[in-house]
């Protein structure tokens, strides 16, 4: 808001216009920065009006409180409100009549040092303003004359008063559009900005000055970013490799013709590998006949998923010396089939004879052959580079080809091979393998996580690789992890987490709801 105080008469007391409209009113009704005008006068002592106060918007939405006091009086009746009138406005005008030299004297010799007194050396602007056309003719020269009213106020007289109060003085010499709403119009709404902006710098030093006072928290340091975790190496071959050593979940046996020996394995990791043994029809005419030369499956067994607790498939080898090797043969597949060298060297030791070694190399190669395809040592090399057990077992990821289980999760039913989960998941061999209704039953439910969630843990056992889309899938997951003790995924989806907050915007990790408080909840 701002507040001004104007003090003085425009005319003198023996104008003959007294209708004439006072400088106050005439400045607020013709400004178009005015609006909303409401005025009320303030009785003094003597039941006359001591001042007119008027309160109008200016600039649109700044509060304008102007007290206009016509009678100098107001300051021998009544010094509390006239001091407070001064001490409460932000500008102060002082008009008078250049013809009423009696008023002008009068105001400068008794009032001007009381406004200097009330003012206490305050860097408030004042205005004074010259009102009115001074009148031709010269005075009267007799000594009985010495204070005619008539006598005029001169602009040097004015200019002086002015520069006591280091005030700014206009003359207007009359009061019309142009002096009043142009010129005294001007200087008023200048002084009105500047009043404006002062207030808003002290406000600002004033929120600066009670924000110092305050306590202020501690100046704590950059916080540092959180420790790279080291994920944990990849054991996905040594699963597989210990599950062929503990023979559990053997649904294959392969015999020599004499039955000397006998060796157990799994279908799903074989068929994983190999296009021998698939249970879908071979096209390939050259991996059919290699099949019949080398296994014969024996009457009443097949290699199609049988119930759980059903004798495994008896596979009897028919070239002997093939069957001597394969143990080397199925170590070589459980563990990635990267070592190609080492399974030559192998077989070398254990053949002795250089044609009978190649020939059981060969004989391999067929096993990982991709049909339509001839297999070079430099070719086979490759191929096993590329066909790694996390890739080829994708293809038995969520499928009923070969599947011996089947979890029930929120009313779906999701198929899997337990010699996969018993490989890849401590948890899950001890319930297959245990005293519990699971290790007889085909179909297992699955509590406590959604079946997003479980999937995506299952791709992981499958795959040894996961991909969380959001940070509340990968808490999810990491729940699950924990659920089931799978160390590496659980390691994984700490590491995503830690990644994505510390590289989140705020709000956006605002948005993400994340309470500490059901996270301790769900820990538990």
Known sequence: ?????????????????????????????????????????????????????????????????????????????????????????????IKYSVNDKNSFQELKDRYIPMIKKALNNSSVPVIVSAIGARKNGLPCTCPLCTS??????????????????????????????????????????????????????????????????????????????MPILKGEASHYNADLHNLLCCCQCADVVFYPEDLSMMVEAHKVILCSVSQLLPPADIL??????????????????????????????????????????????????????????????????????????????????????????LNTVKDCRSHQMKRLHNTSLRLFF?????????????????????????????????????????ANNILVPVYGVSKDTFLSFLEYLYTDSCCPASILQAMSLLICAEMYQVMRLQHICELYIITQLQSMPSRELASTSLSIVSLLKKAK
């Not at 001597?324 to 199925?330: A, K, T």
């Open 1 to 93: 808001s701002v507040n001004i105080a104007a003090f003085g008469n425009e005319r003198d007391g023996f104008s003959e216009d007294s209708q004439q409209p006072s400088l106050i009113w005439g400045y607020l009704g013709r400004s178009a920065l005015i609006s909303q005008i409401d005025s009320s006068l303030s009785a003094g002592h003597a039941g006359n009006p001591a001042f007119t106060q008027y309160q109008a918007c200016v600039f649109g939405n700044v509060r304008l409180v102007v007290h206009d006091c016509p009678v100098w009086d107001i300051f021998d009746s009544d010094w509390y409100t006239s001091r407070s009138l001064i001490g409460g406005a932000d500008i102060i005008v």
């Open 284 to 373: 390939d005419a050259s991996i059919v006949q290699m099949a019949r030369s080398l296994f014969a499956v024996e009457p009443g067994t097949a290699l199609a998923p049988a119930p759980h607790g059903a004798p495994p498939v008896r596979v009897v080898v028919k070239d002997s010396i093939f069957c001597s090797c394969l143990p080397d043969i199925l170590h070589f597949i459980y563990s990635g089939a990267f070592h190609w060298e080492q399974l030559e060297e192998d077989i070398r030791k254990k053949v002795k004879d250089p044609e009978e070694t190649e020939h059981v190399l060969e004989k391999v190669k067929c096993i990982l052959k991709t049909p339509g395809k």
């Open 398 to 438: 969520n499928t009923p080809v070969l599947a011996d289980v089947i979890f029930k999760i929120q009313g779906a039913t999701v198929p899997a091979h337990r010699a996969v989960l018993v490989a890849r998941c401590e948890v899950m061999a001890a319930m297959f393998n245990g005293n519990y209704l699971e």
């Open 148 to 225: 005619d009213r008539r006598s005029c106020v001169t602009t040097s007289e004015g200019a002086q008063l002015a520069k006591e109060l280091a005030a700014t003085y206009l003359e207007l010499h009359t009061l019309n559009d142009f002096y009043i709403q142009k010129y005294f119009g001007g200087v008023l709404e200048y002084f009105m900005i500047q009043s404006l902006n002062q207030k808003s710098s002290e406000k600002m030093k004033k929120k600066k000055t009670q924000k110092g006072r305050r306590v202020q928290p501690p100046q704590l340091e950059q916080p540092e970013k």
